[in-house]
């Protein structure tokens, strides 16, 4: 392991490229190459490994950067890339295919505001558009969180019961272009826990058609089959987490992580790097005796709904922090969370009596100790929930 200070792009670039050279013994690995700020680095990084057996497209769009990625995964490759924002949205249509084709791509999403107007600052809104695709979706709160999630997104999608892309989100600038002190893992331990890719399906130089037309009871046993292997992803996760633990010698959270729930009656939910800043008031606040708990957002997709009773249904009063909007409805975290507080998966012993959401930190908006204290103390003041709020300074 060697300890370096390093921005998150370099943490993200540095463990991408050995996660592909890992692979040189099998398939070898394939990069979709497209810059766009706050990620460009991470292609930047890419382009100048020397892979022993592996290649980083430069292609001229976001489109095509994925559909390289889908090409050399079909090939057997290990293959990833990286967007954020609009560039995103312009690959949209084949991070869909790649879900539906079943390929283990990892995309390394940098939070990045969607416009226009034009924004370059994190909101998570850009990644959280993707929900709807067939995609495993880890977010991340710091430079370690990262590289560890990073590794645990392949061996994860790269599961034969699994055989699903990942997504892991990074907050833009926040993460990207600072700077932290890193356990960057070395080529050895990487091979060590990362299993040779071996695609199935993949094509084997025969003349065949991918993706071709299907009726419509296919269809439906197709998605039954992704819902199938998104149910099995807590499970597989947890294995995965033993043998990082086993490999690099420390455990990483897995689908969340609940601090000071168990006698909270109030409680923060939040991802990315918020959970920072939200961690140091809720640890304030219970050392002046406030029975305040934290719940840090890791596995957005697939969403363990039980994982979030489980930790939630104890508490009084919840507050979500959305750094998302989804236009008519509210934050797409709260959303979830609504759903995960409703029966199948709690009946008569859920004591929440307010859960509210707050749009937070929207476009890149600090989010500070003081934006913190006035969401607890509105969410002190209210008998019942109402709708999402926005927490802004007006302009």
């Known amino acids: 392991m060697a300890r370096s200070l390093v921005t998150g792009n370099h943490a993200a670039g540095h463990t991408l490229a050995l996660a592909g050279e890992a692979n ?42 994925m559909a390289v990625c889908i090409g050399g995964a079909l090939a057997g490759a290990r293959t990833f890339t990286a967007s954020s924002a609009n560039g995103l949205a312009y690959m949209t249509e084949n991070v869909f295919a790649a879900g539906y084709y079943r390929l283990p791509i990892v995309l390394i999403g ?28 880890f977010y991340t709160e710091s430079h370690q969180d990262l590289v560890d999630t990073i590794l645990l997104a392949f061996r994860v999608a790269e599961d034969p019961r699994i055989l699903l892309p990942a997504l892991v989100a990074e907050d833009g600038f926040v993460v990207s272009h600072t700077q932290m002190v890193v356990d960057l893992p ?44 998104m149910d099995r992803v807590p499970a597989v996760l947890a294995e995965a987490l033993d043998e990082f633990e086993r ?31 939200a961690r140091t008031v809720v640890e304030q606040r219970r050392a002046r005796g406030e029975r305040i708990g934290l719940v840090k957002v890791k596995l957005f ?39 995960s507080l409703r029966p199948p998966y709690v009946n008569g012993d859920c004591r929440v009596e307010v859960l509210q959401d707050y749009l937070v930190g929207l476009g890149g908006g600090d989010v500070t100790p003081a934006v913190l204290d006035e969401i607890l103390a509105d969410l002190a003041g209210r008998k019942t929930a109402g709708e999402p709020e926005f927490k802004e300074v007006p302009l």
């Open 301 to 339: 997709r697939p969403f363990p709904r039980r994982e979030y009773a489980r930790v939630l249904k104890g508490a009084r009063r919840i507050a979500v922090l959305d750094r998302n909007h989804s236009p008519g409805s509210g934050g797409i975290l709260w959303q979830e969370i609504a759903a």
């Open 186 to 229: 070395e080529l050895p331990q990487v091979e060590k826990f990362l299993r040779p890719c071996d695609l199935p399906h993949r094509l084997r130089g025969k003349g065949v058609t991918v993706g071709g037309m299907i009726f419509p009871q296919d269809t439906a046993h197709h998605r039954h089959e992704i819902q199938a292997a």
């Open 247 to 277: 490999v690099f010698g420390r455990r990483p959270h897995g689908v969340l992580s609940a601090e000071h729930t168990e006698d909270a009656e109030t409680v923060l939910v939040a991802c990315n790097t918020m959970v920072r800043t």
């Open 24 to 65: 040189r013994a099998a398939r070898g690995c394939v990069c979709g190459a497209y810059p766009i700020t706050p990620q460009t680095e991470i292609i930047e990084f890419l382009r100048s490994f020397p892979f022993s057996k592996g290649r980083v497209v430069p292609v001229e769009s976001e489109h095509s950067a």
């Open 110 to 137: 940098v939070n990045r505001t969607l416009g226009p107007p034009w924004n370059i600052w994190v909101d998570q809104g850009d990644t959280l558009a993707l929900r709807d695709a067939a995609w495993l979706q």
